[in-house]
């Protein structure tokens, strides 16, 4: 496996157990909000990242947008299209993190912890595969 996507994936890893105790401990301070906020970015990050690297080392189609990283991978094989469309949705939510066209409530962050962080997993499982598939 590529060095840097596995880098890249025990940093996911590692800020994902962070978010989920973060997040179990179910306080609702602002500090808590940030935290939150910040540690999803970086995964979102974290998976765009992985998502260059591999069309870079593939020689992929270069995308024009984050959320396009995850539609070229769909196209490749490399992840499914119920997957692309998730991921998708998340870089565009990334990009609300910081360029703050809205402040993010707790609610939100949430919600996205509780019903889409398994699409994370789920990525990286696709992109362990597929490294593995590769010569």
């Known amino acids: ?11 996911i890893q590692e800020w994902m157990e962070l978010l989920n105790e973060i997040h179990s ?33 593939n020689g992929f189609r ?3 947008t984050y959320a396009e990283y995850f539609k070229v991978l769909k196209e ?6 119920d997957l692309s469309e998730s991921l998708g949705e998340m870089a ?10 809205h402040r993010i409530q707790l609610e939100e962050l949430d919600s ?12 990286v499982s696709h992109v362990i595969k597929y490294q593995k598939k590769e010569p």
């Open 1 to 11: 496996m590529d060095e840097k996507i596995e880098s890249r994936i025990d940093l």
């Open 25 to 57: 401990s179910k306080s609702k301070t602002e500090v808590v909000r940030e935290a939150k906020e910040n540690l999803l970015r970086k995964i979102v990050e974290g998976v765009i990242d992985i998502a260059s690297r591999l069309i870079a080392l």
């Open 62 to 64: 270069r995308p024009d």
């Open 76 to 81: 490749k094989g490399v992840i499914t299209e």
């Open 92 to 101: 565009q939510f990334r990009n609300l993190m910081i360029h703050q066209y």
């Open 112 to 123: 996205i912890i509780e019903e889409d962080l398994k699409d994370i997993q789920e990525f």
